[in-house]
C-alpha cells in the first residue's frame, strides 16, 4: 500500500490528541504461546514466528470491502472539531476531512490495490460517494456530494514532511498492525490468541498486551491470514471494557490483481477541481483540533495536536508514558476562567469537557478520551498519554 506506516500517526494528529501506538518502546518482548482451541483448526504457531509471517508477507494485489468502527469516547462540539459521528460534516474532497471523520463511528469501504502506485478507496457511507484514487504520480479525490475533485501529485521523491496525501490515507489492518508491533517494547506481552475466521480467511491471532498498570489500553489483537501472512483484522480493545476503540478489518477479500481500469479517474464534467497544499486542505487553513475554539489558541501551544514549538519531555516508560510539552505562553485554564471577556464558547467548552484536579503540581482539568486523557495544568503545562486519568495526575505530581 502507498499509505506508509506514518499513516496511522497521520491520522490520529488530525482526529486526536495523541496515538496510543507511539507510547511504547522498541523492542518486542515474545512470549511462546499457542494458539487456543475455539476457531480453525491451525497448526500451532509461536508469537516469534507469526511475526516472522507477517514480514515476510509480500501481499500486494487485493481487491475488497472493509470496515473501521472507531469510538474514542469524543464529545460532539459544534463545528465537528474533533471530527467524526456529528462532526465533520460531508461535501468535500479534502482527504483531510475524510480522515477527520475517522475519529469516531462506523464507516465501510471498498479497497484496491495493485502494488506501490496503484490503489483506490472508495467510501460506502451513505448515499454519496466518496473516492481516493493513487495511480502512478497522481492523487485523486472525489466527492459526489459536492461534485468536487481533489488533486495533487504524488511525488515520492519529496522529504517526508513534504508529502501529502499518500501518508494521509485511512490505514488498512496491514498498516496498523505494523505500527503496533513497531511499537511494541519490553513492557508488552506478545501471545498468540485464539485462531479466527476473517472475511472467509483462517486466520491467528497475535495478542499484544500491556504488562503495567495505568494503561488505557487493554489489548491490541491482530488477526493474521494463515496462508500469506496479511493482517486482515486489528482491534484496540480498552481496559475499561466494552466495544473495542478500534477494529478496522476486512469483511471480504479476493487477492487477484484487479483489473488496470479500477484505478483510472477523470474528473466528471462540470466538477470543481483544486490542487492540494501539502499540509493544508482546501482553503489552506490546517486543520486545529482543540486550537480551532476562539480563547484556546496560543493556551496550549500546539500541544494538544502536535503543532506546538513548545518543550517535550516524556515521563516513563511503554505503556505508562506520558508526554509533558511546555507551551512557553505562561497562561493557564485559570487565567482563561477569571477572563470576563474570553469567548462564551471557549468556557462553555472546559465546563463540558475538563474534569478540575489538584495535586503537587497545582490545578488544571483533565480533558478524557476512552483512550487518551490530557491534563493542561493552570501555569500552561500539558500532561498527555495513552494512561488512565489517576496515571496522569500521578505522573504530573512526581515531575514537580
Known amino acids: 500500500m502507498a499509505a506508509n506506516t506514518k499513516t496511522f500517526r497521520k491520522a490520529a494528529r488530525y ?10 518502546g522498541a523492542t518486542v518482548a515474545l512470549v511462546p504461546a499457542f494458539a487456543n482451541a475455539g476457531g480453525p483448526d491451525l497448526p500451532k504457531i509461536t508469537a516469534q514466528e507469526l511475526i516472522e509471517k507477517i514480514a515476510a508477507s509480500d501481499v500486494e494485489q487485493l481487491s475488497g470491502t472493509a470496515k473501521i468502527s472507531t469510538d474514542l469516547g469524543l464529545p460532539k462540539l459544534a463545528g465537528g ?16 476531512d475524510k480522515v477527520a471523520q475517522l475519529a469516531s463511528g462506523t464507516h465501510t469501504f471498498t479497497i484496491a490495490a495493485d502494488g506501490p502506485d496503484r490503489q483506490k478507496l472508495t467510501f460506502l457511507d ?11 504520480k497522481d492523487v ?17 521523491a519529496r522529504p517526508a514532511p513534504e508529502r501529502k496525501t499518500a501518508e494521509r490515507l485511512p490505514a488498512t489492518p496491514k498498516q496498523l498492525a505494523e505500527e503496533a508491533l513497531k511499537a511494541a517494547g519490553t513492557t508488552t506481552e506478545v501471545t498468540v490468541g485464539d485462531t479466527a475466521q476473517v472475511a472467509g480467511r483462517n486466520a491467528y491471532q497475535l495478542v499484544l498486551k500491556p504488562k503495567q498498570s495505568g494503561s488505557t489500553v487493554d489489548s491490541v489483537r491482530i488477526a493474521v491470514d494463515a496462508k500469506n501472512g496479511m493482517p486482515l483484522r486489528f482491534q484496540l480493545l480498552s481496559g475499561k471494557g466494552g466495544k473495542p476503540i478500534v477494529d478496522a478489518g476486512f469483511t471480504q477479500i479476493d487477492f487477484k490483481k484487479p483489473a488496470a481500469d ?3 479517474f477523470t474528473p466528471p464534467k462540470g466538477a470543481k477541481v ?4 501539502s499540509e493544508h ?14 480563547g484556546l489558541d496560543g493556551l496550549t501551544g500546539g500541544a494538544l495536536n502536535g503543532a506546538g514549538a513548545g518543550e517535550v519531555k516524556v515521563l516513563g516508560e511503554g505503556w505508562a508514558s506520558v508526554a509533558r510539552i511546555d507551551s512557553g505562553t505562561g497562561k493557564g485554564l485559570k487565567e482563561l476562567e477569571n477572563d470576563k471577556n474570553a469567548p462564551k464558547e471557549a468556557k462553555q467548552f472546559l465546563n463540558s469537557l475538563g474534569d478540575k484536579v489538584t495535586g503537587k503540581f497545582g490545578e488544571g482539568r483533565v480533558f478524557s478520551t476512552r483512550l487518551v486523557n490530557a491534563l493542561i495544568t493552570d501555569d500552561g503545562k500539558v500532561y498527555v498519554g495513552a494512561v488512565t486519568k489517576d496515571q496522569l495526575v500521578k505522573t504530573a505530581d512526581a515531575d514537580k
Open 15 to 24: 482526529a486526536v490528541p495523541v496515538a496510543v501506538i507511539g507510547v511504547v
Open 126 to 136: 451513505g448515499k454519496d460517494e466518496y473516492s481516493l484514487t493513487h495511480n502512478g
Open 140 to 156: 485523486w479525490g472525489y466527492d459526489s456530494q459536492s461534485n468536487e475533485v481533489y488533486h495533487e501529485k504524488a511525488d515520492e
Open 274 to 277: 483544486i490542487e492540494g497544499d
Open 281 to 294: 486542505g482546501k482553503d489552506g487553513k490546517e486543520f486545529k483540533g482543540l486550537e480551532s475554539i476562539p
Open 262 to 264: 479500477t484505478f483510472a
Open 81 to 96: 472539531l474533533l471530527g467524526g459521528g456529528g462532526g465533520v460534516a460531508g461535501g468535500s474532497a479534502d482527504p483531510t
